[in-house]
């Protein structure tokens, strides 16, 4: 329907209240997220005083575009009203609503009444013609002449005036020409990024590129990496994360295992940026050359694998920036910059940026180049290190501007704090974010925080990338667990969250040796040193990762957490959960055993009715990591989970 | 402390967040409630990015104020911050927040850190000298002296300069002279209406001055009114609530028992508003003159209690308006005036306002200028009939406009209808409403609302008010359940709610026969003739309730609904539930005997500690109402309620 032009005046006569929308995040202060194709379901309370009907639109449009679009509220129920649209392009699109009495809805109503009580309606029919003869000044061209005419039927009285009153054409008409003279807009446009697909379905891999080499001692270069990359693809990867690949200061450089003293050949950190070959827009000398990179995103492009870089905003004692840019860095009063500090440690390698300099729009401009720059190359995708440690405000509005341009990229929060500041990011403009996950191990913890963050207002909001390790994370529970908990941790990953990763080889090759008990860092971290991985190891995951990986591609109910249901199982050991399609036909149903040592059996719970399966019949679950299929019946069944056969059942269940 | 001068910049070094503000209501839209010394805490998140100490202060000030005043936020937990404020006067008031980055504080806690692990602090020594001279030059007279004296012990280090940094003199003054260049202010200023304390606490009794004569059948005056105060003040109430005074139209004047026709001498609806006497600022000339009426007002002030006047809007086709203002209501084709309906009812002795009209301004003016005329008798209470039936917009704008010039006014909203609108209502601006207490009766029903009108943010901003009967509402317990239910009823209404009411006399003379089985009319309802009630009779609850009123009076846990809980009884028919005083000293006990017709006992559980009552010791419950003490110890104890002799307990708890 096209959107009329009444001009809306504010005015007393405005009996409409429109509260309560949903969704709208912190009073429409911030969009909510969807990904092309997915619809967004409005919702709001609409009333007016009295007793007269009221009725109202859903508007919607690209930001891009100027006129609106619309969609007539239906109501649910306690004066609740909901429409949706579903946008079909990337970028950002606005949402508002319009409502208002509508006399012509309020008096057919009250017709229907009068005639069901056999009252005389020659006057009530002369109202309604007046109606008519209002909407008919309001309409054009057939529109127009056919309410004329209508309105002569009324007021000629009678059973055909009351037939036309109370019929389907008359209500479309006058819903068409309704009277807006007087309608509410809600005060808001609230906003919804729209991002691609991938925004909200993606498989990471993360892996340091110095280390791809086939020979022990060789530093590697992007050329190892691109032939490395059928070993992602064939994993099931469709992200390949790079750590920094920028040169690295040499000035308080740490070495293996974070000594603070490097000795000769040892390479750094990569999250040491800078050096005199240059800074966040070069590329380390021994990884190769620009166009290496570019033929490495064009190479993994073709194998449906998106490139994504870190943005470590932070710069080695070398960096040009501090040369060309002293402004930018906090002085101290003995004329050495302010080197990063979480006293009493100090981490003499890295400067970081002063966000209070007076300099500081020409260091967000400079910041904004650099992301640009990597656009230029192919790069879609970057994984932001640790962004609360820079001002919230200069991450809103690096987000917005580069997703003005360029709304297909995608930005991964990498913020491990507290749960206020993550959910601030990724309400500001974080695409993905990293979560606690890690750290969420017990039954109870899992489904309390899933709980959280695919049931609450979170939701709309914070899109979770649910790593099991990371560079800095070996979580005790891999340290200790042995390949169970691996492969625990990686099923739970893969099935919570549409959105997951893992750093590898590391993680299949189940290395899980820490820097000293009680440490979450690895023992050898690549961090500090170049690794030769024994990528072919008979004891690596890689077959049931690529199983894992070939089952979330094929099953679209694993392609959201949107309805993702927990079971009751009778064993705090066992976790059940089910995610299922939109359309409800694709079903899945894991079950995990949290216990890496012992076997564990239980009973399982299932609302039948809730998940579209019988209550009286059996049906079927398919175990799709072993093919292994079960008949059940009735919403209680046995499970049994051995850690070192069978840690995890991924079912289709199918009735 | 003062307010600052300091422009706050809007630029990129804003780096506090301020958000998840509370109370607010609907993002500020609409002002919470208070009265007059009644604590307003507010609570904030609060944070920047990275690990620098934050610090803010709540602002407020009465709304007739220019200046800020400030309190300093203390830290909570998990990002939350606190502070509170009290207005001491009517009106409105304002709040707000105001945040930033503390370098000093910062500073201060990472030295500290620094010396305990015996590092060398002087360059960190040459900061802060630098902050705290920054501070000095923000300062002036002794507080700039001593801090550039301080600056300079800092600069010449030692121990001496150490302990300086890390004592409270130089925090405080820091705090004084905070570095508030890149402040966030919250970008709301949140409204706090404070109203007189019997907004909270009240009780009323409504009667119709036409059934106040001694003598059968003579039509009651407001001398007789005034004679009967001294009943009203005995019973314990100090809100007088009258039906409409003014003149009653003639035409379709509604007989006795709500017949559509009047046989002479009946005396028609009191809300049939308007007669050749006069409309809405006349007085019915058989109830007396406006100086007798100013009378009453001031007796009854006298006596401790508010006259409270009827305000309903509508109109008898006798009413002046229909001559004067044919443009304030709606005309049919045939040339008559709308009357009030809801098909197929008509209720032709009633013209509705039509707030579509084109006048709608002057009508509303005119309406205001009701409002005033009455306020200038003296009246600064109105009951407002059907509020829900007239636009939102033209109770806000009138409410708001009579409170800027008459703070004290108190409005009570007579809304039964949908709960969103109800909640509109108090939203908006009226001070107390009529809830669904009538109609909920069973000991889940009472628990579950009382729950969302206390727990929930609707306590902000809707005072409930409760009722046990109107004169449009005699509820089927009432009708069936004898004098236990009357009595429990009143102890409900007058416990669970700081306000609340009874129609009366028909209440204390237990008046219960309906128009007709299944309808809540009362049979020879007094909205259609004039009574004469046996006000003496020996069977009159007037002693119970003035006995409950002056429990009431006496004890502050009952003087708001903040504080209140419930607690298990393992039998369904006995509500149990307590209330305390903000000090906590008083602490009253509630028991009601829901089932009027059997005994009905079971052990009660009490949180004791929450109370604040001993564990291992015994304590003292005693019966307010018959003088009763039962000795308990331990959470849980017996009680036993019999309709016909004890229906109820409150017990005053004492360690």
């Not at 808001?188 to 990471?204: G, K, M, T």
């Not at 994360?241 to 490097?262: D, E, Q, V």
């Not at 963050?453 to 800095?472: A, C, G, I, K, S």
Request: aromatic share 12%; proline share 7%; glycine share 6%.
């Amino acid at each position: 329907m096209p959107v009329r032009s009444d001009v809306i005046e504010t005015d007393g006569r405005q009996r409409v209240v429109i509260e309560g929308v949903w969704p709208e995040i912190d009073a429409g202060r911030f969009p909510i997220k969807r990904v092309v194709g997915e619809p967004v379901v409005v919702e709001a309370d609409v009333y007016g005083d009295g007793h007269d009907r009221v009725a109202g639109v859903l508007r919607w449009r690209h930001h891009a575009e100027s006129a609106w679009r619309e969609t007539r509220l239906e109501y649910v129920d306690n004066d609740r009203w909901r429409a949706s649209f579903t946008p079909d392009a990337l970028g950002r699109w606005c949402y508002t609503l319009v409502a208002w009495v509508d006399r012509f809805q309020s008096w057919a109503h009250d017709l229907a009444k009068r005639v069901a009580a056999g009252q005389d309606v020659r006057v009530d029919l002369l109202i309604g013609a007046e109606l008519v003869a209002a909407a008919a000044a309001r309409a054009t061209g057939a529109d127009a002449e056919r309410l004329r005419a209508m309105a002569t039927v009324l007021r000629e009285g009678g059973d055909a005036a009351v037939a036309l009153a109370l019929g389907d054409e008359l209500a479309q008409l006058m819903w068409r020409h309704a009277d807006r003279r007087f309608a509410t807009a809600y005060d808001r446009e609230l906003c919804v990024v729209v991002d691609p697909e991938r925004a909200r379905f993606s498989a990471w891999y993360e892996l340091f590129p110095r280390s791809t080499a086939r020979e022990p001692g060789r530093h590697g270069t992007f050329a190892d990496v691109m032939a490395r990359l059928p070993y992602v693809r064939d994993l099931g990867f469709d992200v390949l994360y790079l750590p920094p690949i920028h040169p690295i200061g040499r000035s308080f450089r740490k070495g293996r295992n974070n000594s603070p003293t490097a000795a000769p050949g040892d390479p750094g950190s990569p999250w040491a940026i800078g050096g005199p070959e240059g800074g966040h827009t070069a590329i380390h000398p021994e990884l190769g050359t620009l166009d290496d990179f570019r033929r490495l995103v064009a190479r993994a492009r073709d194998l449906g694998i998106a490139v994504a870089l870190d943005l470590a905003f932070q710069c080695s004692p070398d960096h040009p920036y501090v040369r060309e840019h002293p402004e930018w860095f906090r002085w101290r009063p003995d004329g050495t910059i302010q080197y990063a500090e979480n006293p009493p440690k100090k981490y003499q390698d890295i400067y970081p940026f002063d966000f209070e300099s007076d300099a500081w729009r020409p260091l967000w401009e400079e910041l904004n180049r650099v992301v640009r720059f990597w656009i230029a190359q192919g790069v879609q995708i970057f994984r932001v290190d640790n962004p609360h440690t820079k001002p919230f405000a200069f991450w809103e509005w690096l987000i917005a501007d580069i997703k003005r341009d360029h709304p297909e990229i995608i930005f991964l929060s990498e913020a491990f704090t507290r749960p206020k500041v993550m959910y601030r990011l990724a309400k500001l403009g974080f695409t993905q974010s990293y979560t606690y996950f890690a750290w969420r191990q017990t039954k109870q913890e899992l489904t309390e925080y899933l709980t959280e963050l695919t049931q609450t207002p979170v939701r709309e909001f914070f899109r979770p990338n649910f790593w099991p390790n990371t560079p800095d994370i070996l979580t005790e529970q891999l340290q200790r667990g042995g390949r169970p908990a691996f492969v625990t941790r990686l099923v739970l990953a893969a099935t919570l969250s549409s959105n997951y990763g893992i750093y590898g080889p590391a993680f299949e090759l189940l290395e899980h040796r820490p820097l000293e008990p009680g440490r979450e860092e690895y023992l050898d971290s690549e961090k500090y040193e170049i690794k030769c991985w024994d990528w072919d190891s008979p004891t690596s995951l890689r077959e049931l990762i690529a199983r894992v990986n070939t089952i979330r591609r094929q099953h679209p109910a694993l392609h959201s957490n949107e309805r993702l249901r927990f079971h009751p199982v009778d064993n705090d050991q066992l976790i059940a959960y089910s995610k299922q399609s939109a359309d409800g036909a694709d079903l899945l149903l894991v079950v995990v055993n949290l216990d890496p040592q012992w076997r564990q059996s239980g009973w399982l719970t299932l609302p039948l009715a809730e998940l579209g399966l019988p209550a009286d019949a059996p049906f079927t679950v398919h175990d799709l990591l072993d093919n292994a299929r079960y008949r059940w019946q009735g919403p209680t069944n046995y499970v049994e989970l051995h850690p070192h056969e069978r840690p995890a059942h991924i079912f289709l269940v199918q009735s």
